[in-house]
């Protein structure tokens, strides 16, 4: 994981002195007296951030398992006052969040922005804008399909840990914009 980290820290340079045991989600519970005895999760899952793994800002997000791997993004469900910081940021700076939904390498790499948790209309007090108002999240991901991804001929751990590194590489703008946006204050 440190390799990881050192990787995402050339790119994003906010994360470098991230410790790798602040990234790692536990896999295991206390099952000394419980009757089901399976693990609390089957996957393997870390967030890099500059403020680890319970950050509320912008985190890159890794899960390898068995049956489901991916690699994503950005800031899940953000608190209502930082949601109310990156709506007031969108409606002061229209431009910029449409630039960001119409980010080619955010495109490229993941489809673009998730459109999983959105409002049907604008929210209360904010005007007609940009879509970028009725997010709720504002995340980007991509299953990693060992098998079939002819960019991912993963055969040793080093080839895994490049491949995460360039895909937490695409993501930069989008980090950029949410840590642009995450501190604005409105004048």
């Known amino acids: 994981m440190g390799g990881v980290i050192q990787g995402v820290a050339r790119t994003d340079p906010a994360?470098?002195?991230?410790?790798?045991?602040?990234?790692?989600?536990?896999?295991?519970?206390?099952?000394?007296?419980?009757h089901d005895k399976s693990p609390y999760k089957a996957t393997f899952s870390a967030a890099i951030s500059p403020g680890g793994r319970h950050s509320t800002l912008p985190i890159y997000y890794l899960q390898l398992g068995a049956d489901e791997s991916?690699?994503?993004g950005g800031v899940y469900q953000p608190q209502p006052a930082d949601l109310r910081i990156i709506r007031d940021y969108i409606q002061r700076y229209p431009g910029r969040a449409d630039a960001l939904l119409a980010h080619e390498?955010?495109?490229?790499?993941?489809?673009?922005?998730?459109?999983?948790?959105?409002?049907?209309?604008f929210p209360q007090g904010y005007g007609e804008g940009s879509e970028?108002?009725?997010f709720r999240s504002f995340t980007v991901s991509a299953a990693i399909d060992l098998a079939a991804d002819p960019a991912a001929d993963l055969t040793d751990a080093g080839d895994l840990s490049a491949f995460v590194v360039r895909k937490c590489a695409d993501m930069q703008p989008l980090h950029a914009w949410l840590r642009e946006a995450l501190a604005y204050r409105k004048p």
Do not use: P
């Open 70 to 72: 991916l690699a994503a």
């Open 15 to 34: 994360v470098e002195g991230v410790r790798a045991q602040d990234t790692l989600f536990r896999i295991n519970r206390d099952v000394r007296f419980a």
């Open 132 to 134: 970028l108002l009725k």
């Open 105 to 121: 390498g955010l495109a490229e790499s993941f489809g673009g922005l998730n459109w999983d948790s959105l409002l049907k209309r």
